[in-house]
């Protein structure tokens, strides 16, 4: 493919969004995305609609009153992601010229929510006027059932065939027979029945006299033959509302004395528990929202890191997912290889065809490496030998991938190369065309070895060495060990530019080093790999004017060649990337530097909508009274943005939990600026919980257990 030609998998933006502050509910395998009003609009993106398993299940859904939009008075989601509410009132309503129903007569509260494969909808009318109002409402809807892929801009030869609509008396059932023979369906319910009803909408007249009340209900189901059990709005939301209640008493909480920072970690919090509750896959956090809203192993498994101290059940669900799904055959059209981990599982039509490739995908380099962490990270962190007993063989195939198949030429660097003319070019986690590059701009050829998967891949056999000690296998222990330090040694000469103070970016098919400055380099301190010295010179590095922005660590140095702060990885700010490398500044002994993250990260979770982190914005320079530069087809909420706080909060504590041996250890614990009181409750250890209180004291902070009822260790080191 040609360096200038539009990447297949690219996200359209034809046109700039209607409302940048679009509406977002998600419950398992299916979520909407409405305008502020609660329609869903063809406008804008048009990536507004309700979609269900890969495909979007309803197109439109607008209410008229009197022929017109109602008047928007407020909007919001509630703060835990499971409520959208809009406040709505009529407009003026005029008859030859004249006002007869002043505007803001009638209110319209409009509430909705979705819960096991349902859409439930409420409609509350209020009469303020001191005369009766007779309304007419009308609401359309429609169905294109077209594959989020078509949405995101691809096109499609041919598709299948729309299907007769069935009509009752408050029921529409709309159909689609895909080119994979599967019908989809869309079933749309009205209680109580309307007066007319058609295939595209349904019109009552609702009669109110003064101070009068009215109440509407809307669900709609797109499980096969809509089989999903049906129930009333307020059934559903009394079982719903029990189910995310039981979901957080198991997660801790966290409050500062900061209410900024207090709002992005809720919303953090729900945002995580959002991409995670209903899925089928259990514990398992789907990517984002609208564009990955499905399994990504790199996506999961770096939003459990992220969670792991808090709620370890996120990294045991992804282990068990993965293992399950982990390759055991060759397959180059899906990238398949014995032991490599998942990157993508798609439902919908033109997965089921093949015209993707992401049914179930295996392309990409770093998942397996990475796999092989969370699962040394989860067993430190919980001491669970059963389950690493369990999971060991899954390890053990992993760790023969990155051997055998992950070394493509044999220089003991783990390297990618596309086998598939339809998959990922770039299979890192920058994975557009035009991310891996040499100075001059020219595309690296493959094999390509990222120096960020070298630190995983490094920190991979440290963690297998330490798995196979507690399994009782002291050879395997030593042999990783020492595979870990010659990859080491190997990485320092090949990767280290000396005048550039970091590591490059990649080494090409030829071995010739990628000379960028790169925010990937972070993810070495991350994990590890780099040396002391080194490390701290990348660290200020990417803490510098080149790299940093005022809100977040760009993916790349101004004055690089491909530099653009517009681009999706070319200059952008990923706060996930900022987690990782903060959590790398932090290993290396410079809090500090971690604590500029988290505040410039609270900074933009202040000035965007919801105080939600998306899943990047701009990488332009911070200007005086203005809020960061947004993406336009970025993901909103994504699940490794919302637990990066958690990661960064991590590293500036230096905290980590041990089940094993019932203890919590800060190490050097920090605390930024505007955050100088923190407070965690219901710290989960071993079968116990903690409550904590810190605060920040000159230059150090006294961490203090304000409840341990089973006399869990609390240790602080400096």
Partial sequence: MDETSSHQYYIAAKSSPADDRAGVLKYGKMFCVFDRFGDIQTSGLGEEGLFFEGTRHLSQLAVSLWNSPPLLLSSTIETNNFLFAADLANLDVSHKNQVVIPRGTLHLHRSKFLWKDMYYEEFKFTNYGLGPLNIPLRITFDADFTDIFEVRGMHREHRGRRLGTDVTERTVVLAYEGLDGIVRKTQVQFDPAPKTISATEMYRQISLGPGEIAVLHLTISCAANNATQRLDYSSAMQGATEELNNFDAAVPQIQSSNSRFN???????????????????????????PWFSTVFGRDGIITALEMLWLNPAIAKGVLQYLAATQATEVNPAIEAEPGKILHEMRQGEMANLGEIPFGRYYGTVDATPLFIMLAGAYFERTGDLEFLRELWPHIASALRWIDEFGDVDGDGFVEYVRHSSNGLVQQGWKDSNDSIFHSDGSLAEAPIALCEVQGYVYAAKIAASRLNCALGNKDGCAGLLAEAEQLKAKFEDAFWCEDLSTYALALDGKKKPCRVRASNAGHCLYTGIACVERGRQVAKLLLGDEFCTGWGVRTLACGEARYNPLSYHNGSVWPHDNAIIASGVAR?????????????????????????LPELFCGINRRPGEGPTLYPVACSPQAWSAGGVFLVLQACLGISVDDKNRRI??????LPDGIPQLWIQGLGCADSHVNLFLERQDNAVRVEATENSTNIEIASRS
Avoid: C
């Fill in 263 to 289: 709002d992005w970690v809720r919303r953090s919090f729900a945002d995580v528990r959002m991409m995670t509750i209903g899925n089928p896959e259990a514990h398992y956090p789907y990517a984002g929202v």
């Fill in 588 to 612: 290396y002994g410079l809090k500090e530097l971690a604590g500029k993250i988290l505040l410039g990260l609270l900074d933009v979770s202040n000035q965007v909508d919801l105080h939600r």
């Fill in 665 to 670: 250890v800060f190490d050097n614990p920090f």
